[in-house]
């Protein structure tokens, strides 16, 4: 039983944007634990250049290492299909029955949280923790409208580094990569064109 953030997303690679998030959700007196779910089949992403889902499973673990808080959940592939946040909402509460659950967002989902699976069911099952990304102007505009929508969304105004995972696809850059993420994808070879 408690508050328990889920922090979900492609991970395609675990940047230094995402550790930011990790580490403030992490820091947070809020939750009592945050897990960390990659996606499966991400049902509002389409690109190639995705690497294999041991490599971003395990980008995700080594980060948590750093965290007490935080642990690696593989809800997302137990299942079959696109990966939709009602549906690992729904079987994260069989898992951890008794918890509240808070979905995070960056500034660049806020925007289309409202045209999410089931919006209107999963705004009532859960809260959203949401982050600004970078000097996006618009990001306050978006909360105040997804919230008009009956969406209850805390704001965390920690600054998170603006970084671009396609961008970094292309060129790997050490200083937008945690370090052991860093270590990793040289060791493993991946991400070379």
Known sequence: MGKTAVFGGTFNPFHIGHYEI????????????VLVVPDKIPPHKEYSGMVSDKDRIEMCRIVCEDFEKATVSLVEF???GKSYT???????????????FFVTC?????????????FDELKRMVSFIAFGRGSDKR???????????GADITVFNNKITDVSSSKLREHMDKEFLPEKVWDYVN??????Q
Do not use: N, Q
């Open 187 to 192: 060791r493993r070879g991946i991400y070379k």
């Open 139 to 149: 990001f306050y505009a978006d909360v105040m409208r997804v919230r008009a929508l």
């Open 78 to 80: 137990e299942r079959e």
């Open 22 to 33: 990790l580490s403030a959700l992490c820091k947070s007196d809020m939750f009592s634990k």
């Open 86 to 100: 009602i549906d690992t909402i729904s079987a994260l509460r069989e898992l951890y029955p008794g918890d509240e």
């Open 106 to 118: 960056g500034g660049d989902m806020i925007k289309t949280l409202d045209t999410w699976c089931r």
